[in-house]
């Protein structure tokens, strides 16, 4: 990362880490509606409609803290690449990732060929 200066990476690093705060705060919140959108008292009786339709949304809520987990996962990987001096080098090829690529996308492991590349291979 000859290519990002102590000056770049202390931004990085501090976008990095509130995108972390905010990954984890969505994370905490997805988490603790769980339950509130239930229907409560005077449903006593469910049916098999309301039993759907809770499944319904307990399914949303799991894809939702996957994102959020996901996006913890990128953000942690970062961070880990960012302590260990890999950080801002493409994990395909090796070269440098421009700096206007990183403030765009903090969590950015390739370079935008080799990103396209990966995402046209995950899309066959
Ligand atoms: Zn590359």
Request: hydrophobic share 35%; with cysteine.
């Amino acid at each position: 990362m000859k290519h990002l200066t102590p000056e770049d990476l202390g931004t990085l690093a501090q976008r990095l880490d509130s995108m972390k705060q905010a990954a984890l705060r969505d994370l905490q919140e997805t988490e603790a509606s769980a339950g509130t959108d239930v229907p409560a008292a005077g449903h006593e009786v469910h049916s098999n409609a309301d039993d759907a339709e809770v499944e319904r949304i307990d399914e949303t809520r799991e894809a939702e803290i996957e994102v959020d987990a996901v996006r913890l996962h990128d953000i942690t990987l970062a961070q880990q690449r960012m302590a260990d001096g890999s950080y801002g080098s493409c994990i395909d090829c090796g070269e440098d990732i421009p700096l206007a690529r990183l403030t765009a996308q903090p969590i950015a492991i390739r370079c935008a060929g080799c990103q396209t590349e990966a995402e046209r291979l995950q899309h066959r």
